[in-house]
């Protein structure tokens, strides 16, 4: 388990300058002016200033001046130099082009642990509704239930979240006014968008954990426990649904990142000051500083994300070496 | 079991330690949702309405608007009163001595050169640096500057010493050569290179507001590798930001929510009317109005969910349905916002459709060869008429906007600019248009090629333009199709040329036609049309040469009727709306004027014994200061 750590974390650097590249030549091929903000064009002489001053004049330039700020090689070097420095500056991201008072770090430190904890609380909202439901539906395949839960883990999955969330906002902040209609900060203003944000993945987690459920009732060491007298609730909960839920658990992985990353619908709907708000602005923007600090985030969270699964699945099922 | 539930209380550890991060603030007096995210509170880099709005608490200019009076006049602000020289070059303004920063220090003529030395410089970054050119020197000292700096770039040797002597030698050119001065904390004098009438209404915009010297200076340097004189954009922090207006910022969480408080140090704050503002953060158009619905917000400055033609549809109802008084409200002079609380409490009262400072139109590449080499058939000021003429404009208002919108056919919107009337425009009428194409060389619409017009992929500017295709697709026999790119690669196009026909808008900036006029000279940055026509800039050098006010505002007319009548480098097609949401029963002090800015500190809630409790009404304009009285009440432009 160790060595299977500390490979991961070898790899990210590696992987981090290659979606740094990536990432940047991308953002640079798409057309458009990054330093326009309005329908006006800045004048020229201004407009040549900050292409001087944020080395937009060349792709390579960009990449190289970006790289060492990001990675902390500059601070290093200016540190060395003697040049006044601050401690903010360390893993210099830039500032953002578009919100010119905002520099990226500091956007990311506000917006990530909301994110995260979003995402966590839909996950662990989906895994509730998910799992409760593919059992129920497993225990009599093809009966009432089993099909009441199949049309509505459809239903999750087809419907769009925007039209979820405005439906959830109308009904629960106007018509009851059980929950705010925006803002951040407390458990009515998180439950809303958890529970739109979870829907989909408690389709999905309920679809899986039916199909392992069922596979699993069906095994010899299931069989084995029913004949030897014990209550079937022993037998679904004890035996079957630790095999059953395998697959689940290594879906978790992706479907946190995926919480966690892609929320951009629902952070909208719900004023949820996360990332996935910021990383749509910043492509929408060009806004490259922004952009490349967020992809870089994303990226950290995939690898570390996708590494805390597989550990989970090696703690769950001992087989798995 | 234990172990399966493992992931399940790490997730729900994980939601609740994310949400000890947030917190929201109690409920101020006042909220409002802004147009969008601030972007930035330095006057130098601002560029949106919703900045501008965000700034008027936080600052105040040498003057402010009155935004209740027709003419938009400016009356004083940090200024107490002013001079104007003889022949209307030289301002001397006196600052009054009780204008104070929220630190309890005195604003001076010092903060106000060293402001607009940030914003004339390149260095900055902002949209807005040309707008003091008008100002003695200020274009040689530009070209000075960025000469300077492309010689510091090209040189081998680059280090410290050699910036910040450059920027001592910038400070003392600007000193020298540019028409802002300060004899003394209390007085400013500037020099302008020509009498510019709009030059007062310039003192109350966002970008000419005083910075506090003394936190700029702490947070300036010179970049080494550049030359540039930098700004860290920190001191806009809560904290670090030091004020001179109605209000200081005590909180601003990106993309979450900003707070003001009611400045103590501001020196008209007993006319303040609400102890404290708040702009929560809602980008949804939907999310918006329903907050305003649940009560969590007085006013919503810019509405736009996708049942935006249904709320307004909604209010016309209700006015239908008490007519009679409406008709009587209006003819005893009461504005809309008046009129709406002097009938009865409604929810539908609750949506206003004011004209804004906007227009909408069509720009028709005016160059001789296309982006692709082609021979371009727009370059023919007959065939743009024509093509003007058959855009059915009432059709996209009724059918498609839905919100209010006027169908307009001049560019400068009606009832904007005190004193100032648009010419009528181009009639529309199918048969001359076609007798004009033909006449072009395309009878029928024969030999035309294929139009194509060019949108962004926001908003229902498609729509727009599927339903402008088809009426020249059956008034003129021409095909036209419709090219949808996203925006930031749509204004690469429109401002590279290459293109046939592209949507456009333009919002003016202050309070005088050249504001909109303006971006027809020829070499202007945002012409994106590439027009060119020495009779047009003649008028505008006859203009600006004009001694007499209502003269030169009518040579002004003559050349958007220039525009709009002969040439035709774009069409107009209607004029913006801004639809607001607010109680007009609670809330006081929203301006229906289609300038658009507020002056937010005359915002009160009424009733809650804080503040006025009267809500002030539109009024005929008049000057302030020491201003010569403006011109006669003007007609309001020409009702399309």
Partial sequence: ?321 | MLRLALPLVLLASVALAGLLAGGAPPRADFVMVNRGEVSTLDPVQMSWLQDFRAASLLSEGLTRWDVFSESFDPVPGVAESWTISDDACAYTFRLREDARWSDASPVTAHDFVYAWRRLILPDGGGDYAALLSCVRGVREFVEWRSRQLAAYAAASTRDSARAAALWEETVRAFDERVGVHAPDDRTLVVELERPTPYFLDLTSFGPLAPVHRATLERHESIDPRTALRRTDPSWTRPGTLVSNGPFRLTEWRFKRHMRFERSEHYWDRQRVNVRSVAIPSIADGNAQVLAFRSGAVDWTSDVTPFYRGEIFAAKQAFHAAHAPEVARLRAAGLDPVAIDRALPRDPRAHVHAFPSFGTYFYNFNCRPRLGDGTPNPFADARVRRAFARTIDRESVARDILRGGERPTRTLIPPGSIGGYASPPGLEPDVEIARRELAEAGFPGGAGFPAIEILVNSEGNHALIAQAVARDWGSRLGVRARVIVKETRAFREDVKGGRFMVSRATWFGDYGDPTTFLDLNRTGNGNNDRGYSSPAYDELLAEAERAADPAERLAILARAEALLVEHELPFAPIYQYVQQYLFDPHRVGGISPHPRQAQDLSRVDILGDGVGADVAPAMRPGRAGGSLAPPAPPAPHGTTP
């Fill in chain 1, 1 to 321: 388990m160790i060595a299977l750590i500390a490979r991961r974390l070898l790899q990210l650097p590696l992987i981090l300058g290659a979606v740094l590249l990536l990432t940047l030549a991308l953002a640079w091929g798409v057309p458009g002016n990054p330093l326009e903000r309005a329908e006006r064009r800045p004048p020229a002489e201004v407009e040549a200033a900050m292409r001087a001053q944020y080395r937009l004049d060349s792709f390579w330039s960009f990449a190289w001046s970006y790289t060492l700020r990001a990675s902390g090689v500059r601070y290093a070097i200016d540190a060395r130099r003697g040049e006044p420095m601050d401690g903010r500056d360390v893993f210099d991201l830039g500032p953002s082009l578009q919100y010119r008072d905002q520099r990226v770090a500091d956007i990311i430190v506000d917006a990530l642990p909301v994110s995260v904890s979003l995402g966590a609380a839909a996950i662990a909202l989906a895994l509730v509704i998910g799992v409760g439901a593919g059992v129920a539906g497993a225990v009599r395949p093809g009966g009432v239930l089993d099909a009441l839960t199949l049309s509505l883990a459809l239903v999750g999955i087809s419907l769009p979240t925007f039209v979820v969330g405005t439906a959830l906002l109308a009904l629960f902040a106007i018509v009851f006014g059980w929950a705010p209609v925006g803002g951040w900060g407390s458990l009515r203003s998180m439950l809303l968008p958890a529970a739109t944000l979870s829907l989909p993945y408690a389709a999905y987690i309920a679809r899986l954990t039916r199909v392992g459920m069922i596979e699993a009732l069906r095994a010899d060491y299931v069989r084995t426990a029913r004949a030897k007298g014990l209550p079937e609730r022993t037998v679904i909960f004890r035996h079957a649904l630790r095999n059953a839920l395998v697959p689940t658990v290594s879906y978790l992985g992706p479907a946190c990142a995926g919480a966690m990353t892609g929320s951009f619908v629902v952070e909208t709907v719900f004023s949820v000051p996360g990332m996935g708000q910021h990383f749509v602005s910043a492509v929408q923007n060009k806004d490259l500083f922004l952009l490349m600090g967020v992809v870089l985030v994303y990226a950290v969270a995939l690898v570390l994300l996708n590494l805390a699964a597989d550990v989970l699945v090696r703690v769950v099922d001992p087989r798995v070496s």
